[in-house]
């Protein structure tokens, strides 16, 4: 298994354009989630979702949208990338039936706006 | 709302010494908690987990926990660092309720001196 995959790992946009951050994991996990990353403020819960077709906003969901078509994928869009949203960007999964599993995280995406 | 609390954002240990990082939670009742370690450039790896019972955990890589339900603490400990223990540390608190999303404190980072 892959786990939990991102796609790119590095990214430089400019201020106003969008992007899609990718995120896919290959082991049937119902839940999946989106965390920004900033020094000093841990990890902040943008958006996630239980499900295909099911998704919610977490601590920080501004500037972010997230669709799930299918169980695997869970994409992050940015529709106009703003100097606040340069960060380090975790996707992370997991069994939602069994109470209390260790999430999985994706590698990261670090994401700069200029 | 959940809360996590990291006090010490920067701690630094000699090679063979012991070493304890606090975590603080505020919840109105006792959550899911974790710990996870994130070596430079990488993702999250789960250290160690508490659901119930045993108030002291043992996770990977020789490190334990122990949850103080009267103090809402949950810190870890090691008793002898290596070098490669140097990363950076997150406590994190999940609801046994619905999504059981995480929250994340704000981590600590450990350096090791030789």
């Known amino acids: 298994n892959a786990g939990v995959t991102q796609t790119p790992k590095f990214q430089v946009l400019k201020t106003g354009q969008s992007m899609t951050l990718q995120c896919a994991q290959d082991?049937?996990?119902?839940?999946m989630s989106w965390y920004r990353q900033d020094p000093g403020m841990g990890l902040r819960l943008i958006h996630y979702?239980?499900?295909?077709?099911?998704?919610d906003q977490g601590e920080v969901p501004n500037g972010y949208n997230v669709s799930r078509s299918t169980t695997e994928d869970f994409p992050l869009r940015l529709l106009s990338a703003a100097p606040s949203q340069t960060s380090v960007y975790f996707c992370?999964?997991?069994?939602?039936?069994?109470?209390?599993?260790?999430?999985?995280f994706g590698p990261g995406t670090r994401l700069t706006v200029l | 709302a959940q809360s996590v609390t990291q006090p010490d954002i920067h701690i630094t240990v000699s090679e063979g010494a012991s070493l304890e990082l606090r975590c603080n939670y505020s919840?109105?009742?006792?959550?899911?908690l974790f710990w996870y370690v994130q070596s430079p450039g990488q993702g999250l790896q789960l250290l160690l987990k508490?659901?119930?019972?045993?108030?002291l955990v043992q996770g990977i890589k020789g490190f334990e926990a122990e949850f103080k339900r009267s103090q809402s603490s949950f810190n870890l400990r090691k008793p002898s660092v290596h070098w490669s223990d140097a990363a950076e540390y997150f406590c994190?608190?999940?609801?046994?309720?619905?999504?059981?999303?995480?929250?994340f404190g704000q981590g600590t980072r450990l350096t090791i001196n030789p």
């Open positions: 992370a999964s997991r069994r939602l039936a069994a109470r209390g599993n260790e999430q999985f």
């Open positions: 082991m049937n996990h119902e839940y």
């Open positions: 979702s239980v499900g295909a077709g099911i998704t």
């Open positions: 919840y109105g009742a006792t959550p899911y």
């Open positions: 508490y659901f119930s019972g045993d108030t």
């Open positions: 994190a608190v999940g609801a046994r309720q619905g999504a059981q999303k995480l929250v």
